[in-house]
Structures are given as C-alpha cells and as structure tokens.
C-alpha cells in the first residue's frame, strides 16, 4: 500500500498567532446567520430569540485569506458585500459543551469578514436552496492573526465596527449578538464534534453594503485587532 500521493496536497490553511512563534492550522470555519437583531432586520428576516434557534453556513478552509491581502473582485456577482465579524478560534475539543464550560474551547479570537456574493445568496435564500455560491468562495473568509484570549476570556462586549476608504458602514458592540460566544459553542456542539483548529464567524451587525474594485476595507474590534482587505480587479 503506497502512501504517495498523485500530485501535492495543497497546504494546510494556516492563520498566525501574535506573539507566538507557530501558526494556527485551521480545520472548519463556521459561520453564523443573522445574529444581530439591526442586521436580522435589514435582511428582511428579524430573530426571535425565545422561538429560535442559531444557523449556520461553512466555507471551506481553502476560502481562507491573510488580512492586509488585495483579493480580485469574484466572479459571479455584481453585488459584492462586507460583513465584519468576531472570529473565535478553537483550542480544544469538545462534543455537547455545557455553556459554563465553552471558554476552555476557545483559544483566542480574531477580526474577520465574511466577504458574500448577495445577489447569489440572495437567490438561493429566496428560492430555498444552499447558500454556497453566495457564501463558500474562493478568497471569501478574510481573517486577522489570532489574538490568544490570555486573561479576556469570553468576550461579551466591545466595539466591532468597519469603515470603506475610511468612511464608517458599520459600528456596533459585542454586547448586541444575539446568540453569545457560550451558547454559540453549547449550540454548535450539538451538531458536530468541534475540534482545535475550527473558526466561528459569530455573525455581522448592520450596515452590510457593497464594494466596487480600488476599494480598502478596514475592521476594528475592540481587544482584538484590526482587519484589512482591499478590493482588486476583477479576474
Ligand atoms: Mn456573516
């Protein structure tokens, strides 16, 4: 029995870690629907927290992209958005967590966007189909170096909040997710085995809006970092 391969596997998608001289291999990246109740509402779809539960989409690992990197405009679409995140980055393993015990979990946060194709997602929302032209993109899942979360635990509040070509989109504060780092985690972890190396993009607040080619995106959130994306030709 061979172990060779036919050709090269494609490394493994990898984010660094401040402050730490090895890097962050990264298995699934999980994303959150609607979990701010201004951007719910924007979309069209409001959340009632005490009748609902969390969604989720995944892009692949392949989608990942260093913040700072310039990206083509995608093809497929004509609409294409920004969404700033807070990314939680697993440590460990865990199956049906109890949320008192998420933060062992989590290993640090970073600044994310979870750039989307609306006009497609858009559609395929409306005609009850998968989101994943919309949503699971090449270069589509831009993301910081990785923040250990050291002495700040599980963050509850601070300000997330993005600007293009400098001027404010969106400005809000972690307090206001819906669904909060430890019931995300309790959540998730009823549907899958979560393990070191997945992210979760913990959702978007209002704001969301387009980008055209030449424009610079940039995303802060409090005690984390800052992200940063421009928007080049498009291929
Ligand atoms: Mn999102």
């Known amino acids: 029995m061979t172990s060779k391969y036919l050709w090269s596997p494609a490394a493994t998608p990898s984010l660094a870690v401040r402050g730490v001289d090895a890097r962050f291999p990264v298995g699934r990246i999980f994303c959150v629907g609607r979990n701010y109740h201004a951007h719910a509402v924007e979309m069209g779809r409001p959340v009632d927290k005490s009748t609902s539960k969390p969604f989720y989409f995944l892009k692949d690992a392949s989608t990942l992209v260093a913040s700072g990197a310039t990206v083509p405009y995608p093809c497929g679409t004509q609409n294409y958005h920004y969404e700033m995140e807070l990314v939680v980055a697993i440590g460990a393993s865990g199956f049906r967590v109890k949320e008192a015990d998420a933060e062992a979990l989590v290993y640090g946060y970073a600044a994310g966007l979870d750039m989307t194709r609306r ?4 559609v395929a929302r409306d005609q009850g189909r998968p989101w994943d032209l919309g949503k699971d993109f090449e270069r589509s899942a831009v993301c910081t170096d990785i923040l250990p979360k050291g002495t700040l635990g599980v963050l509850a509040a601070g300000s997330i909040a993005l600007q293009v070509n400098g001027t404010q989109k969106q400005s809000s504060d972690l ?4 669904w909060n780092i430890p019931e995300l985690i309790a959540d998730l972890s009823q549907y ?3 393990q070191a190396g997945d992210l979760i993009y913990t959702g978007t607040p209002e704001g969301v809006g387009p980008v055209q080619v ?3 995106i940039t995303g802060q959130i409090a005690q984390v970092g800052e992200v940063r994306l421009t ?5």
């Open 192 to 194: 899958y085995h979560l």
């Open 175 to 178: 307090a206001q997710l819906i």
């Open 119 to 122: 006009d497609l997602q858009l």
């Open 214 to 216: 030449g424009d610079v």
């Open 231 to 235: 928007i080049g030709a498009a291929e």
